[in-house]
């Protein structure tokens, strides 16, 4: 039953960050493996207590559903099943082609209120715009490719966090980075994934693990040339798509029984490929593209 809200309102590695997102998603769903303890508040007033974020998010007129008590489950720490409460949520809206979508919230999970409705978001936001990306572009690519492997995976996150004593500008890009807050800045009725490169400090990441289908070289070499030339036909569809906005690199793996047999990369900022490739002079210049000229600030 829905009613109307009238009131309303260093990470280091990629992999590692994919994987907190990832644990994120696992305990939005019900399925944590940790003791939720007693961080769990079944009867939490979460949409009441971040009236002001969801309006900042979604504006004036979405819709809530009345919260429905659910019951998930996590291992504890002898291994046993155990059972706990939850309160769940459905805020529905209408997105930029006027198309009704759900975003779910639930009191699962520690913290204050508006740090776990600020989680939810940041992975909501990068679920559509994979999702999209995945539909315009990325599905045809692997179903195409020889060899593509199902661990293959795009997905759009935010520009690195981390800081190195050695390369002092990173001092600037990490405070930068930490005091930006999406919920502030994306409005969901109004999200153009044309614009998300230009509108957020965000970036695709493309890793593709690609099985050698033969064992002669010059076979090989036939299939690396043609994989790289598939993924650049693919980069420059993005390219196009996004008016030359878009921030992306790639990685490639090609794999033999042995495992990795050749790795190879590219990377694109503001729709031109990067000729030094994805580095620390490409991390700056990709910050410096949102946040502007890191230069004597710091």
């Known amino acids: 039953m829905l009613r109307k809200n009238t009131d309303n309102k260093k990470i280091l590695y990629d992999k590692y960050l994919r994987i907190l997102c990832l644990s994120l998603i696992g305990i939005l769903s019900g399925c944590a493996t940790a003791n939720p303890s007693n961080e769990l508040l079944k009867d939490e007033p979460l949409p009441e207590l971040c009236e002001q974020e969801l309006r900042n998010c979604f504006g004036e007129n979405y819709l809530i559903?009345?919260?429905?008590?659910?019951?998930?489950?996590?291992?504890?720490?002898?291994?046993?099943?155990?059972?706990?409460?939850?309160?769940?949520?459905?805020?529905?809206?209408?997105?930029?082609?006027?198309?009704?979508?759900?975003?779910?919230?639930?009191?699962?999970?520690?913290?204050?209120?508006s740090e776990r409705i600020e989680k939810s978001i940041e992975s909501y936001f990068s679920d559509l715009v994979e999702a999209h990306y995945k539909q315009k572009f990325w599905n045809k690519m692997v179903a195409?490719?020889?060899?593509?492997?199902?661990?293959?995976?795009?997905?759009?996150?935010?520009?690195?966090l981390f800081s190195n004593p050695d390369i002092p500008e990173t001092s600037v890009m990490f405070d930068e980075r930490l005091h930006y807050s999406l919920i502030d800045n994306v409005y969901f009725p109004q999200l153009k994934y044309t614009d998300v490169c230009i509108d957020f400090p965000y970036i695709f990441n493309l890793y593709l693990y690609v099985d050698y289908v033969s064992n002669d070289k010059a076979e090989r070499m036939s299939q690396r040339r043609d994989t790289e030339k598939r993924l650049r036909e693919t980069m420059d569809a993005m390219i196009q798509y996004t008016g030359e906005s878009l921030n992306a690199k790639a990685s490639v793996t090609m794999m033999d029984e042995n495992g990795a047999a050749d790795i190879f990369s590219i990377a694109v900022l503001k729709g031109d490929y990067f000729d030094d490739?994805?580095?620390?002079?490409?991390?700056?210049e990709l910050h410096e593209n949102f946040f502007g000229l890191i230069e004597n600030r710091y």
């Open 65 to 113: 559903s009345e919260g429905e008590d659910k019951e998930g489950q996590f291992l504890d720490k002898d291994g046993k099943v155990q059972t706990f409460s939850y309160t769940e949520w459905e805020l529905t809206y209408q997105d930029a082609d006027e198309q009704e979508r759900v975003f779910v919230i639930n009191t699962i999970g520690g913290g204050q209120p």
């Open 277 to 284: 490739g994805y580095g620390i002079e490409y991390e700056k």
């Open 144 to 160: 195409k490719m020889p060899g593509c492997r199902e661990d293959s995976v795009l997905y759009f996150k935010e520009y690195r």
